[in-house]
C-alpha cells in the first residue's frame, strides 16, 4: 500500500473548519484513501474513504485531488470532543485488508 | 456502523503469567480480524491478521508462540499472550472487517484492553 504523509501537528479553533492535508503521491489506481481518527486511550473509529471523488458524510469532508495524489479531511466545525489523532491511510482491499497507520496528525482545538 | 466489543478493558497480571484477551463483533459476521498493539505515544502497529476457520497470519517480528490467536467463530478472535513480560505492557487493539454487508467496507476497532504485567 502506498506510503502517506501528514503533519504531526495542527491547532485549531472551536467552531472554525478544521482541515488536515495528507499527501500520497505513490497512490495506485485501485487504493482508497481512508480516515481513522483515535481519541486518547481508545480504538480509532472510522471517518470516511473515497477513491476519486470527494466524499462527505455526517462528520466529515474528504477531498481527494484529480491526480489523487493528496488528499484533505475537513471537519466543517470543530468540537473540543474532536481533539484526536487523525490517520491517513491508503489501502486496495476493503474491510477485510490489513490497515497500516502512520504517525498521524494530533489535532487539538482550542477553545 | 458495527460495533466491536473487547474484553477485558484492562487487565494487571504477574510476570510469566498468560493472559486472554477477547474480540466480539456486536452485529455483523466478521470473517477476518486483526490484531494491533500500541506502546505510549506511538501509533497503531499491526501484529496479526485472523481468519476465521484458519491459522493466523502474523507481520514479521511477532513472535507466533508467545501471541497466540484463536479465531473459531466469525463473531469471535482471542488473543492469548502467554508467558507475559513488563516488555509485552502495552495497548492492545482488535478490529473487524464485514463480510460484504453493503456499506461495510470500512474496518471497525474495538475499545482497546490496557495490559500492565508487574
Known amino acids: 500500500d502506498a506510503k502517506t504523509t501528514q503533519p504531526p501537528s495542527m491547532d485549531c479553533a472551536e467552531g472554525r473548519a478544521a482541515n488536515l492535508p495528507c499527501n500520497h503521491s505513490?497512490?495506485?489506481?485501485?487504493?482508497?484513501v481512508y480516515w481513522y481518527r483515535q481519541i486518547h486511550s481508545q480504538g480509532p473509529q472510522y471517518i470516511i474513504h473515497g477513491l476519486k471523488n470527494n466524499e462527505t458524510n455526517e462528520m466529515a469532508s474528504l477531498i481527494i485531488t484529480e491526480d489523487r495524489k493528496s488528499s484533505t479531511l475537513i471537519l466543517p466545525h470543530a468540537t473540543l470532543r474532536d481533539t484526536a489523532v487523525y490517520y491517513c491511510i491508503v489501502s486496495s482491499g476493503g474491510s477485510n485488508y490489513k490497515l497500516t497507520f502512520g504517525k498521524g496528525t494530533l489535532l487539538t482545538v482550542n477553545p | 456502523g458495527a460495533v466491536v466489543s473487547q474484553h477485558p478493558s484492562w487487565v494487571i497480571c504477574k510476570s510469566g503469567t498468560s493472559v486472554k484477551i477477547e474480540c466480539r463483533s456486536l452485529d455483523f459476521q466478521a470473517t477476518t480480524m486483526f490484531w494491533y498493539r500500541q506502546f505510549p505515544k506511538q501509533s497503531l502497529m499491526l501484529m496479526a491478521t485472523s481468519n476465521e476457520g484458519s491459522k493466523a497470519t502474523y507481520e514479521q517480528g511477532v513472535e507466533k508462540d508467545k501471541f497466540l490467536i484463536n479465531h473459531a467463530s466469525l463473531t469471535l478472535s482471542t488473543l492469548t499472550v502467554t508467558s507475559a513480560h513488563p516488555e509485552d505492557s502495552s495497548f492492545y487493539i482488535c478490529s473487524a472487517g464485514g463480510t460484504g454487508r453493503e456499506g461495510y467496507n470500512e474496518q471497525f476497532f474495538g475499545p482497546g484492553t490496557r495490559l500492565t504485567v508487574l
Open positions: 505513490t497512490i495506485s489506481g485501485n487504493e482508497y
